[in-house]
């Protein structure tokens, strides 16, 4: 056999078989939520491996469906500015060798806003984010928890900071208070610029579907403190 080409490597389905896709779904989600995801009906009704995999491989819509059931669950993997700093910061906090890669991501849902905000947790002003606690429902999410290690993105992937959270609060959309306002660093730090930037992005993620934020919405605060940048990785050595 001849090797496998660039477009081959980049596919993320090159070389999963189509028995490990079932037993990783089956494990994280069940025949019954397979079923109701994919519209398949024969995972609704005492489904087996064996069965699955015979129908799957004779009705090609259905494996596909199965397919980018797969892509849209499994994790994405890890840019390489996040695995380089992660490798960075571990090499010069040996405190942290046994930690497992961090969960990276970039904060807001635009370009403009994520930069801002990754570099304000650079620079240690941004020390806190809010999430309401109706997405971490709504997208069968773990919440937060103290000792976490977080890799900040800019828009592009481009990693920026390790922080750690050192504090998680629930509180109400309006009884976030002005200190914690200052806390999350943006805009003028004020709380009725908080309110209105919050408010705009939950009422656009609820949007899809169809609901709305209300004042005593749910927000999980989670303060965090930034442990280490891209200003420490060019100083290493």
């Not at 709504?138 to 481009?158: A, F, H, Q, S």
Request: charged fraction near 30%; include cysteine.
């Amino acid at each position: 056999m001849g090797e496998a080409t660039q477009e081959q490597l980049n596919n993320p389905l090159h070389g999963v078989k189509l028995q490990d896709i079932l037993e990783y779904l089956e494990a994280n989600l069940g025949w019954e939520e397979m079923g109701e995801a994919t519209g398949i009906n024969a995972f609704m009704h005492r489904p087996t491996l064996k069965s699955s995999l015979r129908f799957l491989r004779k009705t090609d819509w259905a494996r596909t469906k199965v397919e980018e059931l797969y892509l849209n669950t499994i994790p994405a993997p890890a840019p390489k500015t996040v695995i380089d700093m992660w490798a960075s910061f571990v090499a010069q906090s040996p405190e942290y060798k046994d930690e497992e890669l961090g969960e990276w991501f970039h904060f807001c849902d635009n370009e403009k806003d994520a930069k801002e905000c990754a570099q304000l947790t650079k620079d240690g002003i941004k020390q806190a984010s809010s999430t309401s606690l109706w997405w971490f429902k709504k997208n069968n999410e773990d919440l937060p928890e103290v000792g976490n290690l977080y890799i900040v993105t800019d828009w592009y992937k481009i990693a920026k900071a390790v922080v750690k959270v050192i504090k998680i609060e629930q509180t109400p959309f309006n009884e976030i208070t002005e200190e914690y306002a200052i806390a999350e660093g943006e805009g003028d730090k004020s709380l009725e610029h908080w309110k209105k930037v919050h408010w705009d992005y939950y009422s656009r993620e609820m949007e899809e579907f169809d609901e709305k934020p209300t004042e005593d919405l749910m927000i999980v605060c989670e303060h965090f403190e930034t442990l280490f940048t891209t200003d420490n990785i060019s100083k290493e050595d």
